[in-house]
């Protein structure tokens, strides 16, 4: 069964350094999305990522984050200069038609 | 703005009993729910999909329906097992948008 893959699985990084989370969704799905679960909370949707620019963002998503698909397997998620408040589940998922697969998600941890 | 209600928030059933966990929405113009199974720490699993004009989808011993005008969802699990215990989460695409919104999840412990 097709996946979408994330690495790495656990990032530890300090407070103000930048960070790229990296993805490969699944091949012939078209649309791409980011979203995060800070601990003990819901999933929140960040950004969605259609025919190489952002369909659709969250208020949570500021001129902090961005998103690039650099080729054509590759989507990453870029925070420029990491919080405390950064620190979270991220998940990849891409979209066909059979709903949303997500990643098993990258662990960031801002310290 | 959407929201999504999932009660209860924590359930404890002997292994081989029936369940339904529910879910409900506030605006009823979905597109599609969709059910997920989270294990601890790790991704969400896709469970069972259902479109906005469906009224229920069934994979093995998982059953979801879906009452769109009452802003409901259902995920009937039969004869539960010990592996089936992990975080159960309801999300819905809202017509005209990409986004899913999540509820908090049922968190399931199935006791052998």
């Known amino acids: 069964e097709p996946e979408v893959t994330q690495t790495p699985s656990h990032q530890v990084t300090q407070m103000g350094q930048e960070v790229i989370l990296r993805c490969v969704p699944i091949?012939?799905?078209?649309?791409f999305y980011w979203y995060r679960q800070i601990l003990g909370q819901k999933v929140e949707f960040l950004v969605s990522f259609y025919n190489n620019e952002i369909s659709e963002k969250s208020e949570i998503f500021d001129d902090q984050f961005s998103v690039e698909r650099p080729d054509g397997s590759n989507f990453t998620l870029k925070i420029r200069s990491t919080k405390l408040e950064d620190s979270a589940m991220y998940f990849c998922a891409s979209n066909g038609n059979y709903g949303y697969t997500f990643g098993s998600g990258t662990r960031l941890t801002v310290v | 703005k959407q929201e999504v209600t999932q009660i209860p928030a924590a359930l404890s059933v002997p292994e081989g009993e029936n369940l339904v966990l529910n879910c409900s929405f506030t605006d009823s113009a979905i597109y599609n729910l969709q059910w997920f199974r989270q294990d601890p720490g790790k991704g969400l699993t896709s469970l069972l999909l259902i479109q906005s004009s469906q009224r229920e989808q069934t994979s093995g011993r998982l059953n979801a329906s879906l009452d769109k005008s009452s802003g409901r969802s259902t995920l009937y699990i039969a004869a539960s097992q010990p592996g089936d215990s992990a975080t159960y989460l309801c999300a819905v695409r809202q017509g005209g948008s990409e986004k899913l919104v999540f509820g908090k999840g049922t968190k399931l412990t199935v006791n052998p």
């Open positions: 091949s012939n799905h078209l649309y």
